[in-house]
């Protein structure tokens, strides 16, 4: 079974709908990211979060936000989705330890017509 | 701010070839350094990471990178390219005191039998 899990896996949606994405893992990680990925820029940090009641903004939070319901979940919401919101969404977890890896889910395909 | 430069967006080789991807990085202290492989419609798996120690890295698949501290590098190689390899490649920095994880654009690699 895979330790880090979203759903869904692809999503059609249209301009002003609310969307919720969300990510499991159990890896018994506290630490958990939200990114999304586009073509030629890399992957960009949305949100993360260091436990349960520690969530912060990433470099490009703007029309998101997150709930982290459990140290295994986390979920990121698109309150009202546009088209550049289209995208490739990854959920990642890590420990704290210095210089630990990230984790990643196998994404969420969305697309905002 | 910290970055990461992968040059060039598509590398292709043929199978058999060496397979060398760069990526270097701008940082004023010695940073933790990854590669991440992307295979179509999956997530990120971790290649290799540098945190301290012997610069030169060995990961999984017969992947390899060297970090030079004085070329600000940490570029990775294959000594032969199997058509399995093709996929995209992630470099990703992340200071020591820092949840950061700084990714460059990624590099296509395209084997060619």
């Known amino acids: 079974d895979a330790d880090v899990t979203q759903t869904p896996r692809n999503r059609i949606t249209k301009t002003g709908k609310r969307i919720m994405l969300e990510c499991s893992q159990t890896?018994?990680?506290?630490?958990m990211y939200w990114y999304r990925q586009d073509p030629g820029l890399g992957l960009r940090l949305i949100y993360y979060?260091?436990?349960?009641?520690?969530?912060n903004k990433g470099e490009i939070s703007d029309g998101y936000s997150v709930s982290r319901q459990a140290q295994a979940k986390f979920s990121l919401s698109l309150e009202s989705a546009i088209p550049n919101q289209t995208a490739l969404y990854f959920c990642a977890t890590s420990t704290g330890l210095a210089g630990a890896q990230q984790f990643f889910g196998p994404g969420t395909r969305l697309t905002v017509l | 701010a910290q970055s990461v430069t992968q040059l060039g967006s598509h590398v292709s080789v043929s199978e058999g070839a060496l397979v060398l991807l760069r990526c270097n990085y701008s940082?004023?202290?010695?940073?933790?350094l990854f590669w991440y492989v992307q295979y179509p419609n999956q997530g990120l798996q971790l290649l290799l990471k540098y945190t301290t120690g012997a610069t030169l890295v060995k990961g999984i698949n017969g992947f390899e990178a060297e970090f030079k501290k004085s070329e600000t590098s940490f570029h990775l190689t294959k000594p032969s390219a199997h058509m399995s390899d093709a996929a995209e490649y992630f470099c990703?920095?992340?200071?020591?005191?820092?949840?950061?994880?700084?990714f460059g654009s990624g590099t296509r690699l395209l084997v060619r039998p």
């Open positions: 979060s260091f436990d349960v009641k520690d969530i």
């Open positions: 940082s004023s202290v010695p940073p933790y």
């Open positions: 990703a920095v992340r200071m020591d005191s820092s949840y950061k994880l700084i």
């Open positions: 890896k018994g990680h506290d630490r």
